[in-house]
């Protein structure tokens, strides 16, 4: 493929699935929230300015450190902008954020609110500016545990609504079983909305037959790991569960060693539906146009390959009709 058809792939209309709202911030907005706050984050920042980190559970400890700086709706608010503007700089028309009320609010239903207010009200503004649509996946967090995960999803289940469209689970799935969060799952269906989780991202694909069986998501955070039963290749394939893949995430955690060894290509060959997110770019050192350009470049995926995948992408968003029909549009340029 030469420069010129990367250069057209990098510029599509993309949708993502999955990105963590406080991993997207800039390093430079948390530094200078920090400065502002007079919080001390050395350790948190390598001495080229990128976050430092060794390994996935070193990666956790950092994301909380330093999105620990972030303490007030305002500050999300900030934030959002900050992420927003990214996104549209990367061609994104659609997005799904993972919000976690342990992190907004400390758990408490009504600062939940305010929180969720304030970066609602930032994503309509940005929307009307920059043309990005931000919907919000309230997330649990595995290592936490489970009797958080029912409070978030109480917090999810309050506040439900053609803005607030799914709830998931993140986190060190090292930790815990899954049934254990079945009920916050159960909480989060019964108020109507779409389910993911992470799973198959560290742990095989147990743990992703898990998540279907178990929890009863559509669709899962990572899940690659799958690839290794083609059994469960075949039924992800037949029940339209889709895989919110990650690879330059995989690839900075050390999940595969390098992308072309990802197994991206072969589950979206074996027919499972597959969409390409950044999750926490600052810190993984990508951008939704770095994603696009890299699989171009590894897979030899041309524009109508990546026009496929956002289409399937926002066939699995957890968006009312309405939206998704606004959004199918946005994707059809030449
Ligand atoms: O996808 C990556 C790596 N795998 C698992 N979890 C996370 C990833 N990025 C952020 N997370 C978790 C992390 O535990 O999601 C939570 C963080 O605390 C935030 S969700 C708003
Ligand atoms: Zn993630």
Same mark, same amino acid.
């Given at each position: 493929?030469?420069?010129?058809?990367?250069?057209?792939?990098?510029?599509?209309?993309?949708?993502?699935?999955?990105?963590?709202?406080?991993?997207?911030?800039?390093?430079?907005?948390?530094?200078?929230?920090?400065?502002?706050?007079?919080?001390?984050?050395?350790?948190?920042?390598?001495?080229?300015?990128?976050?430092?980190?060794?390994?996935?559970?070193?990666?956790?400890?950092?994301?909380?450190?330093?999105?620990?700086?972030?303490?007030?709706?305002?500050?999300?608010?900030?934030?959002?902008?900050?992420?927003?503007?990214?996104?549209?700089?990367?061609?994104?028309?659609?997005?799904? /954020?993972?919000?976690?009320?342990?992190?907004?609010?400390?758990?408490?239903?009504?600062?939940?609110?305010?929180?969720?207010?304030?970066?609602?009200?930032?994503?309509?503004?940005?929307?009307?500016?920059?043309?990005?649509?931000?919907?919000?996946?309230?997330?649990?967090?595995?290592?936490?545990?489970?009797?958080?995960?029912?409070?978030?999803?109480?917090?999810?289940?309050?506040?439900?609504?053609?803005?607030?469209?799914?709830?998931?689970?993140?986190?060190?799935?090292?930790?815990?079983?899954?049934?254990?969060?079945?009920?916050?799952?159960?909480?989060?269906?019964?108020?109507?909305?779409?389910?993911? /989780?992470?799973?198959?991202?560290?742990?095989?694909?147990?743990?992703?037959?898990?998540?279907?069986?178990?929890?009863?998501?559509?669709?899962?955070?990572?899940?690659?790991?799958?690839?290794?039963?083609?059994?469960?290749?075949?039924?992800?394939?037949?029940?339209?569960?889709?895989?919110?893949?990650?690879?330059?995430?995989?690839?900075?955690?050390?999940?595969?060693?390098?992308?072309?060894?990802?197994?991206?290509?072969?589950?979206?060959?074996?027919?499972?539906?597959?969409?390409?997110?950044?999750?926490?770019?600052?810190?993984?050192?990508?951008?939704?146009?770095?994603?696009?350009?890299?699989?171009?470049?590894?897979?030899?995926?041309?524009?109508?390959?990546?026009?496929?995948?956002?289409?399937?992408?926002?066939?699995?968003?957890?968006?009312?009709?309405?939206?998704?029909?606004?959004?199918?549009?946005?994707?059809?340029?030449?």
């Amino acid at each position: 493929m030469d420069e010129d058809q990367i250069a057209h792939v990098a510029d599509l209309p993309k949708v993502e699935l999955h990105l963590h709202l406080e991993g997207a911030a800039p390093p430079a907005l948390i530094r200078g929230i920090a400065a502002e706050k007079h919080v001390d984050l050395s350790g948190v920042f390598r001495p080229d300015g990128g976050y430092a980190f060794s390994d996935f559970v070193h990666f956790l400890s950092v994301y909380e450190a330093a999105t620990g700086v972030l303490k007030t709706p305002a500050d999300y608010a900030r934030l959002t902008r900050a992420v927003l503007e990214e996104s549209a700089a990367n061609g994104v028309v659609y997005s799904e /954020t993972f919000l976690s009320p342990d992190f907004c609010g400390g758990g408490d239903l009504s600062a939940w609110r305010d929180y969720l207010a304030a970066i609602r009200e930032t994503a309509e503004a940005a929307e009307r500016d920059m043309g990005v649509t931000l919907r919000g996946v309230v997330t649990c967090i595995r290592h936490f545990g489970p009797d958080k995960a029912r409070a978030a999803a109480r917090c999810a289940a309050e506040t439900a609504g053609d803005w607030l469209v799914g709830f998931g689970m993140g986190g060190d799935e090292n930790r815990g079983e899954q049934k254990d969060f079945a009920y916050a799952f159960d909480m989060a269906r019964e108020a109507g909305l779409g389910l993911t /989780t992470h799973a198959g991202e560290w742990r095989g694909p147990a743990e992703v037959r898990a998540a279907i069986d178990v929890l009863g998501v559509s669709r899962v955070g990572h899940g690659v790991r799958a690839v290794e039963d083609p059994a469960l290749v075949e039924e992800l394939a037949e029940r339209g569960i889709a895989l919110e893949v990650c690879p330059g995430s995989n690839v900075a955690l050390g999940v595969y060693r390098k992308l072309s060894a990802h197994p991206i290509e072969t589950l979206r060959g074996k027919g499972v539906k597959v969409s390409v997110s950044t999750d926490d770019p600052p810190f993984f050192h990508t951008t939704m146009k770095d994603e696009y350009r890299n699989l171009a470049r590894t897979f030899g995926w041309d524009a109508d390959v990546l026009r496929e995948l956002n289409r399937t992408a926002l066939d699995t968003a957890f968006c009312d009709a309405a939206t998704r029909t606004r959004i199918a549009k946005r994707l059809e340029t030449p």
